[in-house]
């Protein structure tokens, strides 16, 4: 997302590697973001396609939980921000 909120890319790295990962996904009350890399201390975004901010959460360990329950469903983009700067991006679709 850019500094309006407009949707403009996903982030993937080269030759399938991969940062992080949500499960399961679809989901529906809550999603388990999985780290492969240290992001400590970063931010989980996660955004409607409108480009609305829903969640936003420091990232404490490795695998952690993310309850969603109050989300509609339909489809979400995550986001792992560290020092400013997207590290890691993904789509979430909830049931």
């Given at each position: 997302?850019?500094?309006?909120?407009?949707?403009?890319?996903i982030?993937?790295?080269?030759?399938?590697?991969?940062?992080?990962?949500?499960?399961?996904?679809?989901?529906?009350?809550?999603?388990?973001?999985?780290?492969?890399e240290?992001?400590?201390?970063?931010?989980?975004?996660?955004?409607?396609?409108?480009?609305?901010?829903?969640?936003?959460?420091?990232?404490?360990?490795?695998?952690?939980?993310?309850?969603?329950?109050?989300?509609?469903?339909?489809?979400?983009?995550?986001?792992?921000?560290?020092?400013?700067?997207?590290?890691?991006?993904?789509?979430?679709?909830?049931?």
């Open positions: 997302f850019d500094y309006n909120g407009n949707y403009y890319q982030m993937e790295l080269p030759g399938g590697e991969v940062s992080a990962r949500v499960y399961p996904n679809p989901g529906q009350d809550y999603f388990t973001l999985k780290c492969y240290n992001f400590s201390g970063a931010d989980l975004l996660l955004h409607d396609m409108a480009g609305h901010k829903v969640i936003q959460q420091k990232i404490t360990s490795p695998t952690m939980e993310i309850i969603t329950t109050d989300l509609l469903p339909g489809t979400y983009i995550y986001s792992i921000q560290k020092n400013g700067k997207t590290v890691f991006s993904g789509k979430w679709v909830k049931r």
